[in-house]
């Protein structure tokens, strides 16, 4: 099990740029996929990124692709989005969550997903 914390959000203009990170406890970080999904008010949890354990593989919502970049940096066991050209639409609270796999690959379905952060609200004003 890993404990996650999330920073990062906060008040932003359309167009606009915001980097999250999350910062994970342990010492087995690398042994972990992990991703971004958000949760807009009313609407159900959904993907936005993932990355592999060794940050080579990456995956990206259709809604975000080119705007957004999903990044990791094993020796400080942390993940960040970067979020840039942020629209209204991309208002929610953002999770960040991590899944122990035993090799490379991405996880992009949050059933797949076993440790959460609490998450970090990111509003962009239009």
């Known amino acids: 099990q890993v404990q996650l914390v999330e920073s990062g959000g906060g008040l932003v203009q359309a167009g606009g740029s915001l980097r999250l990170s999350c910062a994970a406890s342990g010492r087995t970080f690398s042994s972990y996929a992990m991703g971004w999904f958000r949760q807009a008010p009313g609407k159900e949890r959904e993907f936005v990124a993932s990355?592999?354990?060794?940050?080579?593989?990456?995956s990206y919502a259709d809604s975000v692709k080119g705007r957004f970049t999903i990044s990791r940096d094993n020796a400080k066991n942390t993940v960040y989005l970067q979020m840039n050209s942020l629209k209204a639409e991309d208002t929610a609270v953002y999770y960040c969550s991590a899944a122990k796999l035993p090799g490379p690959g991405v996880v992009t379905d949050e059933y797949g997903m076993g440790d959460w952060g609490e998450g970090t609200l990111v509003t962009v004003s239009s």
């Open positions: 990355i592999s354990r060794s940050g080579i593989s990456k």
